[in-house]
């Protein structure tokens, strides 16, 4: 049975946590709807399938935002209880920081189980569809990568600029237009006509020039350098294989990756896996961070759970490429970092706290004796 204290608190983080997981999904909702909005635009998705896409994206990513709006509402709540001395009260009435680990389980608990959901079922689920939905939208298009007649097209940060005038009833392009700027010398190609052609099993993109001009080299330097040709075929990305095959992982139902030998697909299912297991992780973390009395000065503790906060998510990140490379051992995973954030946080805590005060006192009081 729940008490009082228990309710209480379950109830201050619930507000607390439905209202920054909605401020977080309202931010996250907006970015995807402006990147949807613009695919819509350059018409490499119908406008039939905007509501359809937006939410598989949602449900895509909605595992990656629970566990920090998690981490925030408990560390909200508890500062505001500090701060209104009200965990001294429940100190006082025998609710310690054992009781607050209690309560914080008793909405992890729950919390993990959806997280784990989203992240081993709906997050391979909507991947899978939103990739059937870019493929379907990409043989229906005639359009290089969404390109449309009159607007410029441009690709890896800029570097590849592509234009064409024109786009006949043929899917032929007349008066083209390409820079690249992604070697040391800048070339640009004029031609009069050219075809589209994308590999489906690489995603390989090239554009076949047909009857122009080349430029190398930046103009008024003595190695620039002009050529005419009759056929040419240009590449407007590099191989795409990597992507391809993480395309593919992040599709492929949970069961699958289960038992799986390659680095990349235990990486896939230990990612997924450490969504849910971040609630736990962070539970434990958030008491330590709490200044639990409003005299102590809590500047330190603010400044080491931002730290902690970033380090966790970005440690996540990092783990996840030490696998794949192989820079960690395989037998060691990618989920380390969860217990290496929890030691260096209690370590940095321990000289501050009264277990630690304690055992130094009794190891000072042993030394005296023997020293007499």
Known sequence: MLSV?????????????????LTLLMVMVSMLLLRTLEEVNVGALSNDAVLRYL????????????????????LVTLG??????????????????????????LFAVPLSLVTGWFALVGQPYASLQVQIIEDAQDQRSTQVAGLRAGRFYQQDGGR????????DEANRFRGIFLQDRRAEQPRLIVADSG???RDRETGEQRVVLESGRRYDGTAGRADYRLAHFDR??????????SEIERRRRAAMPTR???????LAERAELSHRLAAPLAIYALALLAIPLTTLSPRQRGTARLLLAFLTYFAFFNLQRLAENWFQTGLTPAWMGMLWYQ????????????????WFRQATDAIRGWYRSRKR
């Not at 009200?86 to 607050?100: S, T």
């Not at 600029?161 to 786009?167: D, R």
């Not at 040419?232 to 294989?241: A, N, Q």
């Not at 699958?256 to 390659?262: H, K, M, N, P, Y």
Request: hydrophobic share 50%; charged share 15%; with cysteine.
């Open 5 to 21: 204290a228990d309710r209480y608190l379950l109830a201050e983080i619930s507000k607390v946590f439905a209202a920054i997981m």
């Open 55 to 74: 939410g598989l994206q949602i449900l895509r990513d909605t595992a990656s935002l629970l566990p920090p709006a998690f981490f925030i509402a408990v």
């Open 80 to 105: 505001r209880l500090a701060r209104d001395s009200e965990l001294i009260a429940f100190g006082a009435c025998g609710f310690g920081p054992v009781r607050l680990y209690r309560s914080l389980l």
């Open 160 to 167: 590849i600029t592509f234009y064409a005038a024109e786009i």
């Open 195 to 197: 075809t589209y052609q």
């Open 232 to 241: 040419y075929t240009y590449f407007l990305d590099s191989d795409r294989t």
């Open 256 to 262: 699958d990756l289960v038992g799986a030998e390659s």
């Open 339 to 354: 217990a290496a954030i929890l030691l260096m946080v209690y370590l940095s805590l321990a000289p501050g706290s009264f």
